[in-house]
């Protein structure tokens, strides 16, 4: 019944940004942690940035400075606002989101970064 449905991604070159976004649809529970893991050729799942109900925000240490998460529960989205993206940010970014206890991931949106 719970669908993610994830948006913004494509091809940028180096310096440029891109918006990521994920709004849940479906019967759901309250929505605790919503946030963005991204996964690159031949690597594991990394964080990226998730961000909890009441705020609090963890980020990927490569994309501290760089990336901004907000949320607006009231449309149930999270976005992802990504500066002064690098190659090595290329990856397929996968919305996750924690209803309760229960973990939910998006299919993924291809970034790639290169001149």
């Known amino acids: 019944q719970v669908e993610l449905v994830e948006s913004g991604g494509g091809s940028v070159q180096p310096g440029g940004s891109l918006t990521l976004s994920c709004t849940v649809s479906?019967?759901?529970?309250?929505?605790?942690?919503m946030g963005w893991y991204r996964q690159g050729p031949g690597q594991q799942r990394d964080l990226v940035a998730v961000m909890a109900s009441r705020g609090g925000t963890d980020y990927g240490d490569s994309v501290k400075g760089r990336f901004t998460i907000s949320r607006d529960n009231a449309k149930n989205t999270v976005h992802l606002q990504m500066n002064s993206l690098k190659p090595e940010d290329t990856a397929v970014y996968v919305c996750y989101v924690a209803l309760g206890f229960d973990d939910n991931w998006g299919r993924g949106i291809q970034v790639t970064v290169s001149s």
């Open positions: 479906g019967r759901i529970r309250p929505i605790n942690i």
